[in-house]
């Protein structure tokens, strides 16, 4: 019972290339995040989207952009990937308020050659 | 900015012993307090979670204590096993109403057979 979908498991993409990261959840859960996770830097925020056609920068917004056009779908663009960007991308969801856990994708491992 | 401070970053103990993961947030205002656990390759998943009007919880081999005064909290494992080796991370709610977590850098634990 995925309840949090990450269109891709694993991706290789070209430095350059605009690259799409979906994300899509089933629980009518308001709020949606993206997080890169890199060894020993822990999850860092990149996006983050309260509502639909809402979005808030994170910690590391540089080089990402974001979209929410329906509160089920939450997509992270690279507009020109770049090696640096070569990471594992987690995206996660929770209803909106103080006190709700997230629920997590299993992730896309981007590799940008 | 806010802040989760999580230590140890790596941790080591043979099976059957305890392990303690602990963690300081610097929001005052932070109200509830979840664990996740990361098994490789897959999903960080909530395995406990603890609010501020509770200072201890347990659910099985688990538990989470919280002090609020001294804002630290920390898991405690006990009897551990081999499928309890993962990374942890512990997390504050922070901000506004909208319900952001803010996640230490995480705990490697190995358990030795």
């Known amino acids: 019972d995925v309840k949090v979908t990450q269109s891709s498991r694993y991706l290789v993409k070209r430095t350059g290339e605009k690259v799409f990261l979906e994300c899509v959840q089933d629980?009518?859960?308001?709020?949606m995040f993206w997080y890169r996770q890199d060894p020993g830097l822990g999850l860092r925020l990149i996006y983050f989207?309260?509502?639909?056609?809402?979005?808030e920068k994170g910690d590391i917004p540089e080089g990402y952009s974001v979209s929410r056009e329906k509160k089920e779908r939450f997509s992270l663009i690279l507009e020109s990937a770049s090696t640096n960007q070569t990471s594992m991308y987690l995206c996660a969801s929770s209803l909106r308020g103080r006190g709700y856990g997230y629920t997590f994708g299993s992730g896309t491992r981007l590799t940008v050659v | 900015g806010e802040n989760v401070e999580q230590h140890p970053s790596t941790l080591s103990v043979q099976e059957g012993d305890s392990a303690v993961i602990k963690c300081t947030y610097s929001d005052s205002a932070s109200n509830y307090f979840p664990w996740y656990k990361q098994e490789l390759g897959k999903r960080p998943q909530l395995i406990i979670d603890i609010r501020s009007n509770v200072g201890e919880k347990k659910d099985q081999r688990i538990a989470v204590t919280l002090n609020k005064t001294a804002k630290h909290f920390s898991l405690h494992i006990t009897e551990t096993q081999p499928e309890d080796s993962a990374v942890y991370f512990c997390?504050?709610?922070?901000?506004?109403?909208?319900?952001?977590?803010?996640f230490g850098k995480g705990t490697k634990l190995s358990v030795k057979p």
């Open positions: 629980m009518d859960h308001e709020n």
């Open positions: 997390a504050a709610s922070w901000g506004g109403s909208q319900g952001n977590l803010i």
């Open positions: 989207s309260y509502d639909v056609k809402m979005k």
